[in-house]
Nanobody, 125 residues
Framework: QVQLVESVGGSVQAGGSLLLSCAVS????????MAWFRQAPGKEREGVAA???????IYADSVKGRFTVSKYNAKNTLFLQMNSLKPEDSAMYYC???????????????????WGHGTQVTVSS
């Protein structure tokens, strides 16, 4: 059974930083494409950052230069370092992993078949 478990998020003031992690277990493939998504109340889920099979990364324009996605392969753990946080970054954050292949739209949620349950991030002004 594949499990993705995000770390506890948190509440920070604008300008602060948070580090999210996502521990993956039971993943049946030797390599993975993984991503972070977020969803704020009343808004659609949006892709934030993705890490492709070859280690290349892609970011949403709204977080470029502030967020960094990385992976610790030995522990099969995905990270999202979030700096210079803004109130509009407040959302439920989800990690996701592909289920055997992607088409290349790495910030699109249909690319991913495995999902965590989410963790709340709140940024106050």
């Amino acid at each position: 059974q594949v499990q993705l478990v995000e770390s506890v998020g948190g509440s920070v003031q604008a300008g602060g930083s948070l580090l999210l992690s996502c521990a993956v277990s039971g993943y049946p493939y030797s390599s993975s494409c993984m991503a972070w998504f977020r969803q704020a109340p009343g808004k659609e889920r949006e892709g934030v950052a993705a890490l492709d099979y070859d280690g290349s990364t892609i970011y949403a324009d709204s977080v470029k230069g502030r967020f960094t996605v990385s992976k610790y392969n030995a522990k099969n753990t995905l990270f999202l370092q979030m700096n210079s946080l803004k109130p509009e970054d407040s959302a439920m954050y989800y990690c996701a992993a592909d289920d055997g292949g992607v088409t290349g739209l790495l910030l699109a949620d249909f690319e991913y078949g495995y999902w965590g349950h989410g963790t709340q991030v709140t940024v106050s002004s």
